[in-house]
């Protein structure tokens, strides 16, 4: 049997009995991998402001207003990047907006800088009102409601390759690998009997932080299971 673990690597040392099933480099690298924290608002809109929010995207589900607010010489005081979520849900069906979209609220997901810990709303209504060409008036007046959540573990900003001098390449370091000693009859691994299983831990910090790198890792540890499973 294989255990895989597919979490951020804050979260797989919180898992009893992974870390001491991992060699002494995969301790390291779970240990020296690190993320940056921000806070994330979703903010839901009357109807009447998607028709400017899709203009000012363009098409497009985000948009960097720090790196715009760079270019422009403008501070986009707290506010990183901004996410059209009707945009979003119209790629996931596909292109077809002929549902109940025009019924319900628009809604856009607003991330703050590293290492900010809320955004205010006026630095939002500033930056939606920069780029929908309306004034911040208008863009508080049609907020219907705010759901705020703080990322202690958002961007990988120290992913493994930052951690290990010389990571193996032959095969390439994509996953940790360990095993979970037989002997060990009170030691599951997240609540799964694990004795004498091969424990896989993959994730994104072991390759790069986008939706490649999970990818890459994800198929990496596919392959050792594979691999595992031949062997016996």
């Known amino acids: 049997d294989c255990v895989v673990v597919c979490v951020p690597a804050p979260d797989a040392l919180a898992i009893e009995g992974l870390e001491e099933s991992l060699s002494e480099e995969g301790r390291i690298v ?7 924290s921000r806070a994330v608002e979703a903010h839901f809109f009357r109807t009447d402001m998607r028709r ?3 203009e000012a995207f363009g098409g497009a589900t985000e948009r960097n207003v720090e790196e715009e607010g760079k270019k422009q010489e403008e501070i986009r005081e707290g ?14 069906d596909g292109g077809d907006d002929s549902g109940s ?3 319900r609220p628009c809604a856009v997901v607003v991330h703050g800088v590293a290492g900010s810990k809320e955004i205010s709303e006026g ?13 911040e ?6 907020r219907l409601h705010v759901k705020r959540i703080f990322w202690s573990v958002s961007q990988m900003i120290m992913p493994m390759e930052a951690v290990v001098a010389d990571p193996p390449t032959n095969p390439r370091m994509q996953v940790l690998e360990g095993t979970v000693a037989t002997d060990r009859s009170d030691a599951p691994i997240g609540g799964v ?3 004498g299983s091969n424990l896989i831990v993959a994730g994104d910090f072991m390759t790069q932080s986008s939706f490649l790198g ?4 994800a198929d990496a540890a596919a392959r050792r299971v594979v691999a595992s499973a031949r062997a016996r």
């Open 137 to 142: 008036g208008e863009i508080s007046a049609s």
């Open 193 to 195: 009997e694990a004795r």
């Open 214 to 217: 999970c990818v890459a890792s």
């Open 101 to 103: 979209e025009e019924k």
């Open 79 to 92: 506010v990183h990047l901004i996410s059209f979520q009707d945009a979003k849900r119209l790629v996931a």
């Open 52 to 54: 400017p929010l899709a």
């Open 30 to 36: 779970l240990r020296g991998v690190r993320y940056d």
């Open 123 to 135: 630095a939002v209504d500033r930056a939606l009102a920069t780029i929908t060409k309306r004034s």
